[in-house]
């Protein structure tokens, strides 16, 4: 596996990031499989829920089963080498799949904490973008670049202390003047909390 640079020592602790997880082959074929599905349209940006559904209002797991579409093959396949690549110890039974266009972000954010387990890892396909992480009492701010076909993974204080969120903008800065943003796709894998699945 490909090591990474924020690995250990970086500015986040708990942030380990993953160059080249996928190969451009790779990336195109999840792109394909993704956008064969069905979006839905309930946020400003376009989402994809797999395995139980997030409840964006109630901020919690959806109870009822009958919402949750299973992962498909492509997904258990990730799902599955998260796990034997050491990333995540228990296999990840949920994905969001977000999709923005130039001008889109989130909003900073920590993920559920009751909801999801300890270990969120998302994949970014089609554009890069930056993703800040802030940290909330320190006023910390350390942007990330997230390069397609990478692996960006949150655990500790990245998962539970520090914020993330991608800022609304078509542009990101560079070394060499702004790099703009092109459609990005990213598919996040987390662990549904025992106790939120029976609520
Ligand atoms: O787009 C991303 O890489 C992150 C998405 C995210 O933070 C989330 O779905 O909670
Ligand atoms: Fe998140």
Redesign the pocket.
Known sequence: MPESSLDGGGPVPGLRYVADWLAPEACASLLAFIDAAEWSTELRRRVQHYGQRYDYARRSVAADPRDALPLPAWAREQAIRLVREGIMDQEPDQA?I?EYQPGQG?SP?I?CVPCFGPVVA?I?LGSGCD?DFTHPEAGERSPVR?APGSL?VMTGPARYAWR?G?AARKSDPGAAGRVPRGRRV?V?FRTIIGASRSR
Do not use: E, G, Q
Request: glycine share 0%; charged share 5%; hydrophobic share 45%.
């Open positions: 969001i977000n989130i954010h993920d998302a970014s993703m997230l960006c993330h991608i990213s996040t």
